[in-house]
């Protein structure tokens, strides 16, 4: 009846996807090429190739991807396979894991992070609904980059 056609990775990486300001979506988001939130997710969030995450964007739950770049607000942890951009705007409460850290002045992370190659997202059960925030005893101390 249907057939599903196999999408090459040069495909996946040229497809987009979208969600606006006004849109805010509960559940998890598992997304095959490019990703732009502008609005708001409340779960976690996997995507195949390079997210944006918008200034009046926030994701409540884990965020893996291969490349993003950050705007809004994340409260979860974030695991990026190659480049993470933090945006002056970026507001960080969670663990960061990428293999390559970009932060510009006035970012803001309240969490670890650890940079290192070879870094791959664990998603670990995307099957869950609730986001997988490790919401620790101890809470490191915000420090914004200037």
């Known amino acids: 009846m249907f057939k599903k056609e196999k999408i090459s990775e040069k495909e996946l990486t040229t497809q987009s996807n979208f969600l606006s300001q006004t849109t805010q979506i509960e559940g998890n988001i598992k997304a095959q090429g490019n990703f732009r ?3 708001t997710i409340i779960g976690n969030v996997e995507c195949s190739a390079k997210f944006i ?3 009046t964007s926030k994701i409540q739950g884990n965020l ?3 490349n993003a770049e950050i705007s809004g607000e994340v409260v979860g942890d974030i695991e990026i396979k190659e480049l993470l951009s933090l945006k002056a705007s970026a507001r960080i409460n969670g663990n960061i894991k990428s293999n390559k850290l970009l932060v510009e002045p ?3 992370i309240n969490g670890n992070f650890k940079t290192s190659p070879g870094i791959v997202p664990n998603s670990g059960n995307s099957n869950s609904s ?3 925030h490790n919401n620790a005893t101890k809470k ?3 420090k914004t980059l200037a």
């Open 37 to 39: 939130l502008e609005g």
């Open 53 to 55: 995450l918008s200034e």
């Open 64 to 66: 893996y991807a291969t």
């Open 106 to 108: 006035g970012a803001t």
């Open 130 to 132: 609730t986001p997988h």
């Open 140 to 142: 490191p101390e915000e």
